[in-house]
């Protein structure tokens, strides 16, 4: 039997367990030209939220009382297309499912002896492939200047930081807890972190950031990125990648108009997807998995296991449960 979750209704605020809906049919064939596929690791990303809301953003919404999908790393246990094979671990953007039939369509192949598998998922994958692009091509960190990491001590965040450090940087990471801080400084080499849950980030930026910000890569959005703004230097780059303080917002925030900032640091600031560098993502897999067999990029991982845990993994992304990458085990990589 397959297993898989729907979305059935929208949620207003945080979400929760009732917007979700466990279920089970029989496991799918395959027509000509077809994948099956069985799950392994299953990623959940706070960018999923804005698709739950209904709204068309730079990608379509999730429908109601539909498959809900998302990055999948699994193995082939069925094949009708001949660029997979059976057994071959893929990775591509599948269902919450124990199993997902695809066209191979945006499947690409993960070779299990050059980094562990779930990595197809966070370093080596989506998250690393935002950090990598975002940093480099519109942050474009040089030697000796200042790099602050909002949401630092997530998927992404945790990248853009070591990245950063490769280029000869000053990184400053803010988080919401002593341990996420404690793990980028001392295994990541953060030259500096705030607890923005219990220090003043505009006096702590001041004392950790002391010849100002060259380069902000902004997860979070809100009052944080409020005080950054404050401190940028002249033509520092703002790298727009999320505001995850404000996905469950049932209204419009408002806050500090920041163009006077950026008029008078005649500072660029820009947002983007990664989606946008898609021609490029064989350069990117190709450079941060030399990365991370060289020891220069590490990783984390949180691992909940079960198909079954997934709303509640995805939820704990929003109360910043978290250190590094959140997946979802679905099911053991020797016993497929």
Known sequence: MNREFLLVNRPSGMPTDENFQLRTSPIPGISDGEVLVQTIYLSVDPYMRGRMS?????TSPFELNKVLTAG??????????NEFQMGEIVEGRLNWADYSVTSGKGLRKVDPNLAPIST???????PGLTAYFGLLDIGKPKE??????SGSAGAVGTVVGQI?????????????????????????????????KKENVKEALKEKSPNGVDVYFDNVGGEISDAVMRLLNFQ???????VISEYNNTEAAYGPRIQRFLLNRSALMKAYIVSDYYERFNEGYEQLGKWVKEGKLTYRENIIDGLENAP???????????????????CEEDKL
């Open 54 to 58: 209904g709204i068309k953003t730079y």
């Open 72 to 81: 999948v790393v699994g193995r082939v246990i069925d094949s009708k297309n």
């Open 120 to 126: 197809a998922l966070g370093v080596v994958g989506m």
């Open 144 to 149: 000796g200047e200042t790099v602050v990491v």
């Open 164 to 196: 950063a450090k490769i280029y000869g940087c000053r990184v400053v990471g803010i988080t919401g807890s002593d341990e996420k801080n404690a793990y980028l400084k001392n295994e990541l080499d953060f030259d500096a972190t705030i607890n923005y």
């Open 236 to 242: 520092a780059r703002i790298v727009v990648c999320g």
């Open 312 to 330: 509640q993994a995805f939820i704990g992304l929003f109360h910043g449960e978290n250190i590094g990458k959140q997946l979802v085990k679905v």
